[in-house]
């Protein structure tokens, strides 16, 4: 029976290769015209909001961080530079005060330090954006002068000048907000970013024009189209017959295909996202027993899914804080517990010697194979006895489920870190995190992470976050699969260096 069950897997593994495998040929590569100067970026998925707070999301930062400023920015090399601020100083453990650069908005009116308040106190207090539970530890954000903020924090913050720099802390114009209202500026978004808007046609594309009066370098390119194409096949054909500059997310049955042709190259680089599982521990849900979780985490071999369907690229992780961010934990990377057999008497002793029935909520075309990846996780699941009813869906469809937390027992997704610290990462153990999609609670881990957000000792704080790591791995709120590579399809004409963190600043690009 064991050579049967190996058998059957192998074999669906070849199933799903050779049906990935499965593209259009012939076309032939041309690239950008040499006589024109717009940049078309082709992403796996749409930007789920215009609205830069209420976003996270790497498809959606691509097209804020440069329409928006922030007070600091990631360099290429993922040092830490000022972006909108000209000076700062820290005054006390508590206290910073940040000079602001000469700015103008996108409609002609001065960046002060009253858009720098009303864009802070906006994050850091309305509960309904996206990126709120990033900022909560600003407790205070007040005007010096026109030029000057201060930027008081709820105790001692090592990550505050980190925060300054990462999605949610663009800066908004106030004046204009409060008058058009957000209805208003989703139509039309201003910010003081090198490019500004144009249109954003839903689950097609946004363009982005040049703004002339940008206070840094002259923007390089006439016009920026970021189009959305979750088809990786006809991602692909779009770069190979010159209708896109740059496609991310090159799925590895894609590569040949690129590789075969001139004009185009195949880019890859590291990222710091990790694909999981997230699971309910909410009472009356079968995954609310500890042992049912990880009979489920036994099941899944991550090594197989990395070295057939992703072949290579990626690595198994038991944690969500992946090797490149502050505070990982290096014993829980290249790492895994599979065995089956354990995950058959795991079942049995939570009571469910017949196995169990649940319910997989997978994204199709978010990221690479994503589907065929969920296809044999589920098929792994069956050999401990786990019948899981998979639901794959299309990209906007995926996030409405994960966005309302609707979803049931398990949903795969995959995590970036945006702050590069494992603060980011770990706030999903918090209770209120946690709360209505995965319901996790531990206050052990509710209390290193509060005490951790607080602690200037560097590697104390590290020992800390490294602990919870280790608590969630064995208490599986979420179970991990992968930390993931990427792949972008490159006209020859264009030079492009992938980021870790996955950015992509339009004039990083340059025509060769």
Not at 40 to 65: C, F, K
Not at 429 to 440: F, I, K, L, P
Request: hydrophobic residues 35%; aromatic residues 8%.
């Amino acid at each position: 029976m064991k050579k049967i069950r190996a058998f059957s897997i192998g074999l669906l593994i070849l199933v799903i290769m050779t049906l990935a495998g499965c593209s259009n040929e012939g076309e032939t590569a041309g690239g950008s015209e040499d006589d024109s100067n717009t940049l078309v970026l082709a992403q796996a998925a749409d930007i789920p909001s215009i609205d830069p707070q209420n976003s996270l999301s790497t498809t959606g930062d691509r097209v804020h961080r440069n329409m928006f400023s922030r007070l600091f920015m990631w360099d290429n090399e993922l040092a830490l530079q000022e972006d909108l601020v000209d000076t700062y100083k820290q005054i006390d453990e508590e206290t910073w005060e940040f000079t602001l650069k000469e700015a103008t908005f996108h409609n002609g009116e001065v960046v002060t330090a009253e858009d720098v308040k009303f864009s802070l106190e906006r994050v850091m207090t309305d509960e309904t954006l996206k990126e709120y539970p990033y900022f909560k530890q600003l407790k205070e954000v007040n005007v010096k002068d026109e030029r000057t903020v201060e930027i008081i924090t709820d105790g001692p913050m090592p990550t505050i000048l980190n925060l300054l720099a990462k999605s949610g802390s663009d800066i908004l114009p106030k004046a204009y907000f409060e008058e058009v209202g957000i209805e208003g500026f989703q139509e039309k978004p201003i910010g003081s970013g090198p490019y500004q808007f144009e249109d954003w046609i839903r689950d097609d594309r946004v363009t982005l024009v040049p703004f002339e009066d940008y206070y840094g370098d002259k923007p390089k390119w006439d016009k920026v189209e970021v189009r959305a194409i979750p088809e990786s096949s006809t991602r692909v054909g779009e770069l190979l017959t010159g209708g896109v500059d740059v496609a991310t997310d090159i799925p590895p049955n894609e590569w040949e295909r690129v590789k075969s042709e001139s004009g185009v190259d195949l880019v890859n680089g590291e990222t710091t996202r990790v694909s999981l599982l997230m699971v309910r521990t909410t009472e009356g849900y079968v995954t609310s027993d500890p042992k049912v979780r990880e009979a489920i985490d036994l099941a899944i071999d991550q090594q197989a899914i990395v070295d057939s369907v992703l072949q290579g690229t990626g690595v198994p992780v038991r944690t969500r804080v992946p090797e490149g961010v502050f505070g990982t934990n290096p014993d829980l990377t290249n790492t895994r517990v599979y065995d089956v057999e354990r995950a058959k008497e795991l079942l049995t002793e939570a009571g469910h010697p017949d196995g169990i029935d649940i319910t997989f909520t997978s994204s199709r075309g978010r990221y690479p194979l994503d589907s065929e990846v969920a296809q044999l996780i589920v098929s792994m699941l069956s050999e401990a006895g786990i019948n899981a009813e998979l639901k794959l869906l299309e990209s906007s469809a995926f996030l409405d489920e994960y966005n309302s937390k609707s979803n049931e027992e398990l949903i795969m997704i995959g995590l970036a870190d945006g702050l590069l610290d494992a603060s980011y990462s770990l706030v999903h153990y918090t209770e209120e995190r946690a709360a209505g999609q995965t319901d996790y609670k531990n206050e052990e881990v509710e209390e290193l992470f509060n005490a951790a957000g607080q602690n200037l000792d560097e590697e104390e704080r590290k020992e800390q976050y490294q602990l919870i790591q280790e608590i969630v791995a064995e208490e599986r709120p979420h179970i991990f699969l992968y930390q993931n590579a990427v792949n972008y399809g490159v006209s020859e004409n264009i030079t492009f260096t992938p980021r870790l963190d996955e950015a992509i600043r339009f004039d990083d690009l340059t025509k060769k």
